[in-house]
């Protein structure tokens, strides 16, 4: 199976106060009064297309067996706007009361992020003996335990099995564990300038590191260890460090006031289709990629962020598909790399009638399942955080 190590990445930006899970944009208080706006929170059903978007390009990349290889553009999109939203979130915490509650945050993130993860982790142990080829090398029980602590991502493709796509919420978690305590304690301390500066000095420094680390594979303990040139936190940060930089941007004066034309938005909507698609089809993860390339991809992925919050009423982002699978995009990723390698087991290769229908069921199979998941599992977790006052 072509699935290599393109996966998506959760990203809650649902702190709702309207009946159904959304994308929200934030209203930030930039004279940092402590006192609390009430409902700070706007939606904002263009985000909800953004991750739509890239949930989408993951799931052509893992059915499409190689044709369409840059995956990647689904996993940096992602974290852009990963980045984005939590920085937002805690902007708006931190200008309407003064601080901002860590445990709150981590639990949150605990509520959020774990139920789907550990249905995800016993589907594929029940099936994991069950597709022997996609597992062939995999070590179950590391693997398990690598998923179930957030190590996954330093872990060798073949050894983490049909977990691997759970590279990426490893990544997001290390950037949630810390990053609430450097805004807190440091970032938020600045100026909106100064935080600016901070934080292209902060991407600076990573993507040297990337660029570096990009050209080798380092390992530990014989292989059983290892940091990728792709997979490694300080190796993606860049992407989500990007978002965190858009938050801070758009809480100016001068971002929250620029009003986007509609010729100004076709260009930029132009030029983001020429270089996803680039990614998609030519680019992928190769030397272009690793030698600056996904610098320039962040630059875009942050571009269709800001175009879509600009431009909301656009057909890409009001489309309901998109936002249909933009808010169930987290189950949808959870839980489709699991369910794609049970369905390859009845893979007739150079069947092209065969390759249709496997691949319906597998899209079908894998969104009717997140949809589950969306009502029994993430919906009543959400009251939950509402009735006992996490949202904020």
């Given at each position: 199976?072509?699935?290599?190590?393109?996966?998506?990445?959760?990203?809650?930006?649902?702190?709702?106060?309207?009946?159904?899970?959304?994308?929200?944009?934030?209203?930030?208080?930039?004279?940092?009064?402590?006192?609390?706006?009430?409902?700070?929170?706007?939606?904002?059903?263009?985000?909800?297309?953004?991750?739509?978007?890239?949930?989408?390009?993951?799931?052509?990349?893992?059915?499409?067996?190689?044709?369409?290889?840059?995956?990647?553009?689904?996993?940096?999109?992602?974290?852009?706007?990963?980045?984005?939203?939590?920085?937002?979130?805690?902007?708006?915490?931190?200008?309407?009361?003064?601080?901002?509650?860590?445990?709150?945050?981590?639990?949150?993130?605990?509520?959020?992020?774990?139920?789907?993860?550990?249905?995800?982790?016993?589907?594929?142990?029940?099936?994991?003996?069950?597709?022997?080829?996609?597992?062939?090398?995999?070590?179950?029980?590391?693997?398990?335990?690598?998923?179930?602590?957030?190590?996954?991502?330093?872990?060798?493709?073949?050894?983490?099995?049909?977990?691997?796509?759970?590279?990426?919420?490893?990544?997001?978690e290390h950037f949630y564990l810390f990053w609430p305590l450097i805004t807190s304690f440091f970032l938020f301390k600045f100026s909106r300038r100064n935080q600016i500066k901070v934080l292209l000095t902060l991407i600076l420094i990573v993507s040297v590191y990337r660029f570096w680390q990009?050209?080798?594979?380092?390992?530990?303990?014989?292989?059983?260890?290892?940091?990728?040139?792709?997979?490694?936190?300080?190796?993606?940060?860049?992407?989500?460090?990007?978002?965190?930089?858009?938050?801070?941007?758009?809480?100016?004066?001068?971002?929250?006031?620029?009003?986007?034309?509609?010729?100004?938005?076709?260009?930029?909507?132009?030029?983001?289709?020429?270089?996803?698609?680039?990614?998609?089809?030519?680019?992928?993860?190769?030397?272009?990629?690793?030698?600056?390339?996904?610098?320039?991809?962040?630059?875009?992925?942050?571009?269709?962020?800001?175009?879509?919050?600009?431009?909301?009423?656009?057909?890409?982002?009001?489309?309901?598909?998109?936002?249909?699978?933009?808010?169930?995009?987290?189950?949808?990723?959870?839980?489709?790399?699991?369910?794609?390698?049970?369905?390859?087991?009845?893979?007739?290769?150079?069947?092209?009638?065969?390759?249709?229908?496997?691949?319906?069921?597998?899209?079908?199979?894998?969104?009717?399942?997140?949809?589950?998941?969306?009502?029994?599992?993430?919906?009543?977790?959400?009251?939950?955080?509402?009735?006992?006052?996490?949202?904020?």
């Amino acid at each position: 199976m072509a699935y290599l190590y393109f996966m998506p990445l959760d990203i809650d930006y649902q702190i709702i106060d309207k009946p159904g899970i959304g994308s929200q944009q934030i209203v930030i208080d930039v004279n940092h009064s402590k006192k609390p706006p009430g409902k700070a929170f706007h939606y904002i059903p263009a985000l909800d297309n953004i991750r739509g978007l890239a949930v989408l390009f993951v799931l052509l990349t893992h059915m499409t067996y190689g044709v369409i290889k840059g995956g990647l553009v689904g996993v940096e999109l992602f974290f852009v706007l990963s980045g984005f939203i939590i920085t937002s979130l805690l902007q708006a915490e931190s200008a309407a009361y003064g601080k901002i509650s860590i445990w709150r945050f981590y639990l949150r993130r605990a509520l959020r992020l774990f139920p789907p993860l550990l249905i995800c982790i016993i589907l594929a142990n029940v099936f994991w003996s069950y597709n022997e080829v996609s597992n062939s090398g995999s070590n179950q029980s590391f693997a398990t335990i690598a998923a179930l602590f957030y190590f996954i991502n330093l872990l060798p493709e073949k050894v983490s099995g049909h977990l691997v796509h759970l590279w990426s919420l490893s990544v997001e978690e290390h950037f949630y564990l810390f990053w609430p305590l450097i805004t807190s304690f440091f970032l938020f301390k600045f100026s909106r300038r100064n935080q600016i500066k901070v934080l292209l000095t902060l991407i600076l420094i990573v993507s040297v590191y990337r660029f570096w680390q990009g050209h080798f594979e380092t390992s530990f303990y014989g292989g059983l260890l290892i940091i990728d040139p792709l997979r490694f936190t300080l190796c993606s940060v860049d992407s989500i460090l990007t978002g965190a930089l858009l938050a801070v941007a758009m809480s100016t004066t001068a971002f929250k006031n620029f009003s986007l034309n509609n010729k100004l938005r076709n260009w930029l909507i132009a030029g983001c289709v020429v270089v996803f698609s680039c990614f998609l089809v030519l680019l992928t993860g190769g030397f272009i990629f690793r030698n600056g390339g996904f610098l320039l991809l962040d630059v875009f992925c942050a571009g269709a962020i800001f175009i879509a919050i600009k431009s909301p009423g656009h057909f890409l982002f009001s489309n309901k598909v998109l936002k249909w699978l933009g808010t169930r995009s987290y189950g949808i990723y959870v839980y489709h790399y699991v369910i794609f390698a049970v369905f390859e087991h009845f893979r007739v290769h150079n069947s092209g009638g065969n390759f249709i229908i496997i691949s319906l069921l597998r899209i079908v199979v894998s969104l009717l399942f997140a949809e589950l998941s969306f009502r029994l599992v993430e919906m009543p977790l959400l009251k939950f955080k509402k009735k006992w006052d996490l949202q904020r």
